[in-house]
């Protein structure tokens, strides 16, 4: 449906497509972070390409390929992508779209902000930041936007215990069972 | 319904007065006129219209007037989901309130967390404010609100509503120390 946008993309940023990928119409490229501003600013501004309507920012968290709990092996690496951050885009006035699609390592979930391009993505980056903790170089105000200051840790990283709960406030007449006590900590809570 | 109603309200009086609480009085009154504060966060909010509204008439009972500032109500209806950030905001609002004042949790997330078990949602209100009646059911139906409104009645001329037991063991500590002053 949008081969044409995956074709002209290829041939104006060859060094910045990893690959590109198509699957039920809908057209993917995945993009090396250091070029994903000039890709997305080219993107928006190409008349030919005129993508005017951000549609939605978030991320996956591919944690199944190092199992939790286990130790590094073949299977995963330091290297080895833990996240992608997706944005999906749309041309009004072309009826056209493409994702692009940003691989991140674990130890360092970092890209640049888009909410610069498309005002839109400032929000949805924000909501990004606050269940997964990517960090958005360049966000004009990347604090959490559902949870409270207080939360530590990101709850939709697939190693967030699935019950963990960490409550502002609680009766004080209640009894506590410490095996299930809120406030303990989990091994996570050290990343 | 009005004769019928009065008819009614009539006859339990009588029976109160019969059993010569004249203390208990004030709980006749309160059982009848009381206002609600409906903190509604979710879906449940349409079954709490429901109830409100002419087909189940909780007029009948004397709660048909809900009031949004917590200071001029006594019935908090926790009629939703409360996420662990609300916490503060729920607790404060119970605060807020005169006493003698009750609450109602009205479903199953309002009661338990009901299917959110999870990082954000509060497992029950009852974790942050003293519950008197949870009402099960997601929603539940009008005549399950309507019948823990009944419960809820009966709690307060029996004076067993969580405030009004608190307000009595206030009352007799107060009255123990004031004795060892002497």
Redesign the interface.
């Known amino acids: 449906m949008s081969q044409k946008v995956l074709a002209a993309l290829t041939a104006a940023f060859p060094d910045a497509v990893v690959r590109t990928g198509s699957a039920h119409d809908d057209e993917t490229a995945w993009i090396k972070r250091e070029e994903l501003l000039a890709v997305a600013t080219w993107l928006r501004d190409d008349p030919a390409m005129a993508f005017d309507a951000p549609v939605f920012c978030t991320c996956i968290d591919w944690i199944d390929w190092r199992p939790v709990g286990r130790p590094v092996s073949e299977h995963w690496s330091e290297t080895k992508p833990r996240f992608t951050v997706c944005y999906q885009l749309r041309s009004v006035a072309h009826k056209h779209r493409i994702r692009l699609e940003v691989e991140l390592p674990e130890h360092d979930p970092r890209l640049p902000s888009l909410a610069d391009v498309w005002p839109a993505f400032n929000w949805q980056e924000r909501e990004t930041f606050d269940m997964y903790g990517i960090r958005f170089d360049g966000h004009p105000d990347l604090r959490r936007i559902?949870?409270?200051e207080e939360f530590v840790g990101y709850?939709l990283r697939k190693d967030?215990p699935?019950?963990?709960?960490?409550?502002?406030?609680?009766?004080d007449d209640?009894p506590v069972n410490p095996l299930k006590a809120p406030h303990a900590r989990h091994e996570s809570d050290n990343k | 319904m009005g004769l019928e109603l009065s008819t009614t309200r009539l006859e339990d009086a009588a029976k109160w007065a019969k059993q010569s609480k004249l203390a208990r009085v004030p709980e006749w009154g309160r059982k009848f006129s009381l206002f609600t504060y409906p903190f509604v966060t979710a879906c449940c909010g349409m079954e709490f219209m429901s109830v409100a509204a002419p087909k189940y008439d909780i007029a009948r009972f004397g709660a048909e007037f809900p009031r949004f500032s917590p200071r001029q109500s006594d019935l908090l209806m926790i009629v939703g989901t409360i996420t662990?950030?609300q916490?503060?905001a729920l607790?404060r609002v119970y605060d807020q309130m005169a006493e003698p004042k009750w609450v109602i949790a009205f479903g199953v997330c309002a009661s338990t967390g009901g299917f959110y078990?999870?990082?954000?949602a509060?497992?029950g209100a009852?974790?942050?404010?003293?519950v008197d009646v949870y009402i099960p059911g997601c929603p539940p139906r009008p005549e399950q609100v309507l019948d823990a409104l009944m419960m809820l009645m009966d709690r307060i001329q029996d004076g067993r509503g969580h405030s009004q037991l608190r307000l009595k063991r206030d009352q007799m500590i107060a009255s123990a120390q004031s004795d060892d002053g002497q």
Do not use: S
């Open positions: 559902y949870l409270y709850p967030y699935k019950e963990k709960r960490q409550p502002l406030v609680r009766r209640l | 662990e950030k916490g503060p607790k078990q999870n990082y954000h509060m497992p009852d974790q942050v404010i003293p």
